[in-house]
């Protein structure tokens, strides 16, 4: 027996036919332009439309994928999806043109003796991967094992490989590259509300009189979602509070330019000034809250001279900035990066979420304390990727818990981990130890994204074997690796994603993926067929029993979802928001959380959670005067650019160079010129870039967007203690314009 292009044995491949009920053989029989698994293109009529949603970012936008002659040759936002109501960024615009690459993975890579990489069959492949981490995990224990997922990957990808790996490989240790954008909100949501649960819907953006952003950017980062907030009919106050003078801040009717870091002892002082005015909705406190008594007197010390001592903001803007949040009926604070990656990110996501609770701007149209999510399935990595939870928001740690998903699941409980997982960062110092031996990363870009990248760059030679799966072969993490498997990208497979106001999408095939590259999913599925443990995942055939096995573990959970009728209903609604328990009236397709005050935790009150505000861990000096703020970009750009430097489109739109944004008058005190190459150093490397200046920064900061390779070996490996995400805006840097012999690098990177 022999599949054209797909070296497997005969014997191997008809188990697996037997283990995966001739699903993968009918995939396989279809291939030989491509191994993207998936029915869509088969189904449809040669000149048909279909939709699919967005796979860049967390809005979740809905498109419309035009074929002609079988082909998918365009697409169109859709005007009916209640995310984009027709809009598109220039990303969601490109999304089919950046799958045609010639870095494509086509074949899986290993690296021989010599160091070369060499393209080898799937079965030489999953060989490989099998007798190596077999032979680290049997000579060094559980351990010795990790994998880093991604946000990236439609959610049924993401719990068959936590659940293959936890419960059939005895890999106990994985993370996502959610760790590095949405672990703090996840966090602090959980402590606040007893659950990860953003409360929001996007009718919210139009629904708010006034909407305050912290450490957010939307005009760039959420161009969809700031489009939202222009369709407003309130003539709301928008609020930016923000080190940078970004363009939404130009936008905004208040700009509040706090010393970088500063948003703690802010945030508690304006609770102070709410309080100390009894601007509070003392009602819905005593009804639904805990705590406040304790806030009120730890929040006493914040006076107002000291907040605009820390700040650098005035007693009057600050008294103002109060003010406008007690005058407004319906008050929303919206935040993203800028708290969530930052050494306290935890408590300054508490600290927003105490503000809408002392105020009752809550569980209202035009409310809430709602983080903003990064990538386009960060929420369903928080719920269902089995990493750091167990399904569903469960606890590893809780025997109950395990006891009821192993009988959801048909497993034996010995099979589900007592422990929870290592984080991202835990996992790194893992490697740094000698622990763990083996990685296996996929969907995400760690040489470049991981915090203090040098620091990566060394430990990444202590493994024994790195895998890494991706769609292009020459990331810079792929680079690194002794396997490359060539995965399948979005368009090419099937599955859902969850955006930031919880909106389950449907993600469907669209084109076939090159040569040999395979979705994820299937790769899972290779893995526990040559691991053996393939019977244990009978029942996950394909993404949508997956989604089925999905709704089942969420049965009774906040994020409940048996009340959606599978894809066909998902596709015919426009997405579905969690929860969606049986019996859920969808009348209404945009919901939000709390309209009774009833929370998540078990007395169902909000809980005020705050501590004292601490230092940056790394200031500025003498050496390093200047404070180092990174950020995105361009909407063009999409975080390490493995797929929007693919565009010609997208490249036209964001500088071809690494920029550092500095003031004018620190430029011209250091003799740097508009357009000149400076180098910005930090006390772990160092990098030359394009001087922009501008006054959209303040004197004593430099701002670096993060899609650029070298922007990493500059910062600091400092983790907030609760959520250990990334401090990717802590850090301090020095300045010198560079040498002609030092001009700068040219990037092709974006
Ligand atoms: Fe919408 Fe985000 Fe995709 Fe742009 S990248 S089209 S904003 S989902």
Not at 128 to 149: C, M, P, V, Y
Not at 616 to 635: M, V
Request: charged share 20%; aromatic share 10%; with cysteine.
């Amino acid at each position: 027996m022999s599949v054209p292009g797909l070296n497997l044995t005969a014997e191997s491949l008809r188990h697996a036919f037997r283990q995966w009920d001739g699903v993968l053989s009918q995939q396989l029989a279809l291939k030989s332009g491509g191994f993207g698994l998936g029915q869509v293109p088969e189904r449809l009529a040669p000149d048909a439309t279909t939709t699919s949603v967005c796979g860049f970012c967390s809005t979740g936008c809905g498109l419309n994928i035009h074929f002609r002659n079988g082909e998918a040759i365009n697409l169109t936002a859709s005007t009916d999806y209640p995310v984009n109501l027709g809009m598109a960024c220039p990303k969601g615009w490109e999304a089919l043109n950046v799958l045609h690459a010639p870095d494509r993975a086509t074949r899986p890579l290993l690296r021989d003796a010599q160091g070369a990489m060499r393209p080898v069959t799937w079965d030489h492949a999953m060989r490989e991967f099998t007798s190596r981490f077999k032979d680290i995990q049997n000579h060094h224990g559980a351990d010795s094992l990790a994998w880093i997922g991604s946000g990236q990957l439609p959610t049924e990808e993401l719990a068959l490989l936590g659940a293959v790996a936890k419960f059939g490989m005895g890999i106990e240790h994985g993370d996502g590259n959610t760790r590095q954008c949405m672990a703090t909100a996840a966090t602090a949501y959980k402590q606040s509300f007893g659950f990860d649960a953003p409360p929001f819907t996007y009718a919210d953006f139009e629904a708010s009189d006034a909407l305050i952003f912290f450490g957010a950017n939307p005009c760039i980062a959420h161009p969809i979602l700031w489009e939202r907030v222009l369709r407003n009919k309130n003539n709301p106050a928008i609020v930016v509070i923000d080190p940078r003078k970004t363009e939404t801040a130009q936008a905004a009717t208040l700009h509040l330019a706090l010393k970088p870091k500063a948003d703690l002892e802010l945030l508690y002082g304006i609770a102070r000034i709410l309080f100390h005015n009894g601007w509070i909705d003392a009602s819905f406190v005593e009804r639904h809250t805990g705590g406040f008594a304790e806030f009120k007197a730890f929040v006493a010390p914040f006076t107002l001279e000291r907040t605009a001592q820390a700040t650098g903001i005035s007693a009057e803007q600050l008294t103002a900035f109060a003010q406008l949040i007690h005058e407004r009926k319906r008050v929303s604070f919206w935040w993203t990066m800028g708290v969530n990656q930052s050494h306290q990110g935890t408590r300054t996501a508490q600290a927003i979420i105490n503000l809408a609770l002392m105020t009752g701007n809550i569980g209202r149209p035009g409310t809430g304390a709602n983080s903003i999510t990064g990538q386009c399935n960060a929420m369903g990595s928080r719920i269902f990727s089995n990493t750091t939870n167990l399904f569903g928001g469960r606890d590893f740690t809780k025997q109950a818990d395990r006891e009821d998903v192993a009988e959801l699941l048909h497993l034996d409980s010995s099979r589900i981990p007592t422990r929870n997982s290592w984080a991202y960062n835990e996992i790194i110092d893992g490697v740094r130890s000698g622990v763990v031996k083996g990685l296996w990363i996929f969907g995400t870009n760690s040489a470049h994204s991981w915090i203090n990248q040098n620091d990566f760059m060394e430990l990444a030679k202590k493994l024994e074997f790195l895998v890494v799966q991706d769609m292009y072969h020459t990331t810079d993490t792929a680079k690194l690796a002794h396997l490359v498997l060539p995965a399948a990208g979005w368009g090419e497979k099937e599955g859902t994603f969850i955006n930031s106001e919880r909106r389950i999408g449907l993600l469907k095939k669209v084109a076939r993926a090159p040569g040999e590259a395979l979705s994820d999913f299937y790769i899972s599925k290779l893995a526990a067929h040559y691991w053996g443990c393939g019977d244990l995942f009978q029942e996950w055939k394909d993404p949508e029993s997956v989604f089925r096995i999905l709704q089942r573990l969420s049965r009774g959970r906040p994020c409940d979802i048996t009340g959606i009728g599978g894809y066909a209903m998902l596709d015919r609604r426009g997405g579905v928001q969690w929860p969606c328990a049986e019996g859920t009236d969808l009348s209404v397709n945009e919901r939000r959380l709390f309209e009774d005050g009833k929370f998540f935790t078990e007395d169902q009150r909000a809980r005020f959670i705050f501590d004292a505000p601490t230092a940056a861990p790394e200031l500025t000096d003498d050496a390093y005067p200047f404070s180092l703020l990174t950020g995105r970009g361009t909407s063009a750009q999409w975080h390490t650019g493995t797929r929007t430097s693919k565009s010609a489109t997208l490249r036209s739109l964001y500088p071809k160079n690494l920029y550092v944004e500095i003031h004018p008058e620190d430029a011209a005190a250091l003799n740097i010129l508009d357009g000149g190459d400076v180098e910005v150093s930090s006390r772990r490397g160092t990098l030359t870039a394009r001087a922009v200046l501008t006054p959209m920064i303040q004197r004593g900061q430099v701002f670096l967007p993060m899609h650029y390779p070298e922007v990493n070996r500059l910062t600091a490996s400092v983790f907030d203690p609760h959520s250990k995400q990334p401090s990717y805006k802590t850090g301090a840097v020095a300045l010198h314009k560079a040498t002609a012999a030092r001009s700068r690098q040219e990037l092709t990177h974006g």
